[in-house]
């Protein structure tokens, strides 16, 4: 009796293990699958910030086993920074493509004024993200080296186009690429960021695309006078 009641109580604990293991990678969809649960995440943080995003809601969306989205992040948290740095990697390979302009600095400022014009544009989401994260004051992104990483070539590429716009005196000197850059995609970012309001508060539509126009011309305006040398 006793042996069968050691037995027994051995089987319960052998099948708690097996209930416990996590899901197996479903190999080749692995990724698949992945993808859907950062862009069923990435859709519930850009509306709901960081506090009001549900894991549930999440899992419901994208139709995974709660397990399988936490066999794949660990937790709400680390799907967030994955969530930013997926949003990260996009603006990446988007500012890595900036380079010198054939010699034509001010062509440069253009392409890179216009390129984090349309980016903001169309990165709603990103900016979602950004509200919430500054709400924290970064706490997420900070433990994410990725993230830290996303302008070191882009910085790198604006200061040589800043030296070779000094050399031909056609830009001032001493313009630090750092500070440009936040000024630059500022200038953008805030426009998106609170176009409703805005155009509410002002009584003026600054999401017709006339207005947007504009606005382009306007950033590209401002920046190039602050570039220009002094008369």
Known sequence: MPTRNLRN?????????????????PGRDGERTRQRILAAASNEFASKGYDGARIDEIVRRCR?????????FGSKEKLFVSVLEAAYADLRRRQDA???????????????????????????????????ENLYKAKHIKK????????????????????????????????????????????????????????SSLGKDLTSEEALKTRLQHVEEMVLGYLRPAA
């Open 9 to 25: 109580k051995d089987a319960v604990v052998i099948r708690s293990r097996i209930v416990k293991t996590p899901p197996k990678k």
């Open 64 to 72: 995974v086993n709660k397990n399988l989205l936490y066999y794949y």
């Open 98 to 132: 900036f380079a010198p302009d054939d010699g034509q600095p001010e062509h440069a400022i253009r392409r890179l004024v216009a390129d984090l014009f349309h980016y903001w544009r169309e990165s709603e989401a990103f900016i979602g993200f950004l509200t919430s």
């Open 144 to 199: 994410s080296k990725f993230a830290a990483e996303a302008y070191e070539k882009l910085i790198e590429s604006l200061s040589d186009v800043l030296e070779a716009g000094a050399r031909q005196g056609v830009f001032r000197k001493g313009v630090d690429p750092v500070h440009l850059y936040i000024s630059i995609s500022g200038l953008s970012y805030k426009y998106f960021s609170n176009q409703y309001t805005l155009s």
